[in-house]
T-cell receptor, first 113, second 113 residues
Framework: ETGVTQTPRHLVMGMTNKKSLKCEQH?????MYWYKQSAKKPLELMFV???????ENNSVPSRFSPECPNSSHLFLHLHTLQPEDSALYLC????????????FGPGTRLTVT | SQQGEEDPQALSIQEGENATMNCSYK?????LQWYRQNSGRGLVHLIL?????REKHSGRLRVTLDTSKKSSSLLITASRAADTASYFC?????????????FGQGTILTVHP
C-alpha cells in the first residue's frame, strides 16, 4: 500500500509460543518504528530505530524484543506473551528520525490465547 | 501522555454532507498532522499544518490551526462512503522525545451511501 509491508497480517499464538513479526520498507528511509494499537486506547509507540540503532524503548516489557538488521527491515520477536498483548501491531518508517511524516504498514493483528 | 484529543469520538453522516472533526492538544507545537486509518489497517498521512499557518487545503480536506486555543479542525467536504475511517490528529511529543509522535484516540467517521 504505502511502501511498508508487514507479515504476517494475522497471527494467533499461545502464551508459550515464540513468534516474530516482520516489517520491510522499500522507501529508502533511515528510521523505523513499532507501534501497538489496542482497542479503546491511543496508538502507543514501542520502539524507534534510527540507522539500525535503537534510539527509544518506550518502557516495553522484555517479552517484546525488536531487531533491526538493516535500515530496510525491522522485526519484533515475541515470547511468553499475555492475552492483554493482543492488539494490532503497526510498523512505520520515516526519512529520518526527525522527519514529520511517517509511513505505516498495514499492521499485524495479533491474538494471544 | 496523550497530547491530542479528538472530538467527537464518533460521527455519522450521509454521503455528500460535510464532516468536521476537532482536536485539542496540551503543549506548544510547531506542527500538527492528521492521519486516516481504515478499519484495522495502517495509517495514512493526510495533511500537515505548521504552527505559523492558520489554514491549509488538500483536495476535499481543509485543516485549520488555532495555536492560541491549542486546537485544530479537519473538514472533509462532499463526503463519500470511501471516507469512512478513523481520523487522528498527531503532534510531536516534544521535549527530549525527538521524532516521537503522539496520537489521539481518533474520531470514527461513518459515511452512509
Amino acid at each position: 500500500e504505502t511502501g511498508v509491508t508487514q507479515t504476517p497480517r494475522h497471527l494467533v499464538m499461545g502464551m508459550t509460543n515464540k513468534k516474530s513479526l516482520k516489517c520491510e520498507q522499500h522507501l529508502g528511509h533511515n528510521a523505523m518504528y513499532w507501534y501497538k494499537q489496542s482497542a479503546k486506547k491511543p496508538l502507543e509507540l514501542m520502539f524507534v530505530y534510527s540507522l539500525e540503532e535503537r534510539v527509544e524503548n518506550n518502557s516495553v516489557p522484555s517479552r517484546f524484543s525488536p531487531e533491526c538488521p538493516n535500515s530496510s527491515h525491522l522485526f519484533l520477536h515475541l515470547h511468553t506473551l499475555q492475552p492483554e498483548d493482543s492488539a494490532l501491531y503497526l510498523c512505520a518508517s520515516s526519512q529520518d528520525r526527525g522527519a514529520l511524516e511517517q509511513y505505516f504498514g498495514p499492521g499485524t493483528r495479533l491474538t494471544v490465547t | 501522555s496523550q497530547q491530542g484529543e479528538e472530538d467527537p469520538q464518533a460521527l455519522s453522516i450521509q454521503e455528500g454532507e460535510n464532516a468536521t472533526m476537532n482536536c485539542s492538544y496540551k503543549t506548544s507545537i510547531n506542527n500538527l498532522q492528521w492521519y486516516r486509518q481504515n478499519s484495522g489497517r495502517g495509517l495514512v498521512h493526510l495533511i500537515l499544518i505548521r504552527s505559523n499557518e492558520r489554514e491549509k487545503h488538500s483536495g476535499r480536506l481543509r485543516v485549520t490551526l488555532d495555536t492560541s486555543k491549542k486546537s485544530s479542525s479537519l473538514l472533509i467536504t462532499a463526503s463519500r462512503a470511501a471516507d469512512t475511517a478513523s481520523y487522528f490528529c498527531v503532534s510531536p511529543a516534544g521535549g527530549t522525545s525527538y521524532g516521537k509522535l503522539t496520537f489521539g484516540q481518533g474520531t470514527i467517521l461513518t459515511v452512509h451511501p
